[in-house]
């Protein structure tokens, strides 16, 4: 089956279409004039839209976030409940940056009731900027491993790196055409740190006003200093264990280069200040969620690490074509399953019990491939956004052809966008810790 081709059961959806911006450039211009600009949430994108509205020429006077007590970027930080106490709303304009979505319903309500109005003087990033993009520096990695489509043979065949010229180039023209663009990750499937460009590529994106998000297995560190001292916005290391069983989840990895990349990381932010947030995305198999987890958790405190438990799955791009034409998962990744908590069969019916959602990586778009062509989702090897190149098409002839296919739609009626559903929750069972899917 040609996952591209239309039949009359694919109408295509209406959720599966890009959103566009409520507030314009020159909009939010006239309600912030004479306002003090606050961002709650220090996190990626609060710390990028930072950047880029002092990048644009507007004057950001705070963030507010309780667990920071020194200031961010050279912002003064305020905690929350002092704000709302002392702040009048007539005089300010708000930013709820938090990507919780409990406690970003709550800031909102909070800010409401505080005198603040949604649309006038209270907005979330989507109401400035519907797009988190993927600018992919690097189409090569130097890990194979089992769960994803780089592990398969032959994937890194005819795959290059992004010079920073062209980054630039990239970047450029996507701030021009998303003006409150603020974060970008630099990443899909090749790793960013064999790209010999990534310091000066990071250094650009700051230049812009651009936040960066990087992650990285940590088995390079030839390029490892001067790319965390060039300061990017957050750096994801993923892990699937310790010893053993984290070089089998990072196929063709070591825990030594591993556990010395991160105690690196820590060690430059910690002797130069580096504003830069630290994340272990801990993937769960059905052995690591007990010692090893634990030995994981007090490293990451000793190293200013955040970890976060996700559930382990296969990629998605090989459970499309199996959904869709039960074309056979690679014998790759039939052993990889073995392992996983749940399998493809089980995630497969839970995720079509969510496919009436929406697709929570839609607003991932758009997704610059390493040889400058755009993809139709992050999450996805193929297929392409047409045959042109980003540099050469305006943004908005990607987006008309993109919402006219019907990929999104055919994977959505699948269930498919909600396979990689990898939020969860660690809890106490009696049998041990078990996995409690969110």
């Given amino acids: 089956m040609n996952i591209n081709t239309m039949t009359p059961a694919d109408e295509l959806r209406a959720d599966a279409k890009l959103k566009t911006a409520s507030v314009t450039l020159d909009s939010f211009r006239k309600l912030a004039s004479g306002k003090a600009i606050y961002i709650l949430s220090v996190n990626l994108e609060g710390m990028g839209l930072a950047k880029r509205f002092r990048r644009l020429g507007f004057k950001v006077s ?6 920071y ?3 961010v970027d050279g912002l003064p930080v305020h905690d929350m409940a002092a ?14 940056a938090t990507k919780d979505r409990i406690w970003k319903q709550k800031s909102l309500k909070r800010a409401t009731l505080a005198g603040y109005v949604r649309g006038e003087s209270l907005f979330t990033p989507l109401d400035l900027c519907p797009y988190f993009p993927t600018i992919e520096i690097a189409g090569k990695c130097n890990l194979f491993c089992k769960t994803c489509d780089m592990g398969l043979p032959g994937a890194n065949k005819g795959r ?3 010079s920073k010229e062209t980054f630039r180039q990239v970047l450029e023209k996507m701030t021009s055409e998303i003006p409150f663009l603020n974060s970008v990750a630099l990443y899909t499937w090749g790793e960013p740190l064999v790209n010999p460009d990534i310091a000066d590529i990071i250094k650009i994106a700051n230049e812009m006003g651009v936040a960066t998000e990087v992650s990285t297995n940590l088995e390079s560190h030839k390029h490892l200093d001067d790319f965390v001292l060039a300061e990017p916005g957050q750096i994801v290391a993923p892990c699937a264990g310790i010893g053993e069983r984290y070089e089998r989840g990072r196929t063709g990895g070591t825990w030594d280069n591993y556990l010395k990349g991160l105690q690196r990381i820590s060690e430059l932010k910690r002797k130069h200040g580096l504003n830069i947030s630290l994340r272990i995305m801990y993937h769960i198999y059905k052995d690591n969620l007990d010692a090893d987890y634990d030995e994981i958790q007090a490293i990451a405190e000793e190293l200013g690490f955040i970890v976060i438990p996700i559930v382990a799955h296969l990629f998605p791009g090989q459970v499309l074509r199996y959904a869709l034409s039960g074309r056979k998962i690679p014998e790759v990744m039939q052993e990889a399953e073995e392992n996983l908590v749940f399998g493809l069969e089980e995630q497969l019916q839970f995720a079509e019990g969510r496919k009436h959602k929406p697709c929570h990586i839609l607003q991932g778009f758009p997704t610059v491939a390493w040889d400058g062509r755009v993809l139709h ?15 050469d098409t305006p943004l908005d002839e ?4 993109r919402d006219q296919s019907s990929f999104c739609t055919k994977c959505m009626n699948a269930g498919v966008h909600r396979f990689f559903d990898v939020n969860m929750k660690l809890q106490e069972g009696e049998n041990g810790r078990e996995v409690v899917r969110l």
């Fill in 62 to 67: 705070g963030f507010i976030d309780s667990r």
């Fill in 398 to 401: 990607f987006i008309d052809v």
């Fill in 377 to 391: 989702c992050c999450n996805m090897q193929t297929p392409f956004v047409g045959n042109k190149a980003y540099l």
């Fill in 83 to 96: 704000f709302f106490n002392y702040h009048d709303a007539s005089d300010s304009l708000l930013i709820v």
């Fill in 160 to 162: 290059g790196h992004m």
């Fill in 69 to 71: 007590t020194h200031p």
